[in-house]
């Protein structure tokens, strides 16, 4: 069982299976698609010495034992759990996802005073303007079409939309 592995174990590899854990290639030759790791799509020859990354998956495989050619590689176990080199990935981007940045938080303070403080000017810009239609100090003829009311938002939305 997988759960029994552990550094140092020889693990045979037939093509087409997932790589139980990290290794180095103990005997044998095989194509290894490590596009779950490196994002490259062409299978990798892997011979003798090379490092193997668990839960990539052995495209070929196959050692020449004498004349013979047997169906399977072998790999010394390096790493297993969370010493694996896809384990240590995850755990990287957790924490990148997890921490905040300090600017963030400047960021955020910033805004928590900015986008009330607009929202506060807006409204604002749009009573101001329509006190001044109410009380004529805007003349009629800048507004003939359309409510007071309208050219107000108008201004106030605008100042929003600025802002």
């Known amino acids: 069982p997988i759960q029994q592995i552990q550094p140092g174990d020889i693990v045979k590899i037939l ?3 997932s790589i139980p ?7 044998g030759e095989m194509c290894v698609d490590e596009s779950m790791i490196t994002g490259e799509s062409i299978p ?3 011979t003798i010495g090379s490092v193997v990354l668990g839960g990539t ?19 010394r176990v390096t790493g297993v759990g969370s010493s694996t080199a ?6 990287l981007v957790q924490d990148a996802q ?8 400047l960021a955020d303070t910033i805004s928590a005073i900015f ?3 607009v929202v ?23 507004y003939q079409d359309e409510s007071p009311a309208t050219f107000s938002l108008l201004f106030g939305i605008a100042c929003l939309v600025i802002s």
Not at 22 to 27: P, Q
Not at 98 to 105: E, F, T
């Open 44 to 46: 990798v020859l892997k």
């Open 120 to 142: 506060i000017l807006s409204f604002s810009t749009f009573l101001i303007w329509y006190g001044c239609c109410k009380g004529g100090l805007v003349p009629s003829a800048w």
């Open 15 to 17: 093509k087409g299976s």
């Open 57 to 75: 998956i052995c495209t070929e495989t196959g050692s020449l034992d004498g004349e013979k050619m047997t169906a399977g590689a072998f790999v």
């Open 115 to 117: 986008v009330p403080l």
């Open 21 to 27: 854990a990290d290794g180095e290639l103990a005997h």
């Open 98 to 105: 997890s921490r905040q940045v300090p600017i963030q938080n």
């Open 86 to 91: 896809l384990a240590q990935i995850v755990k």
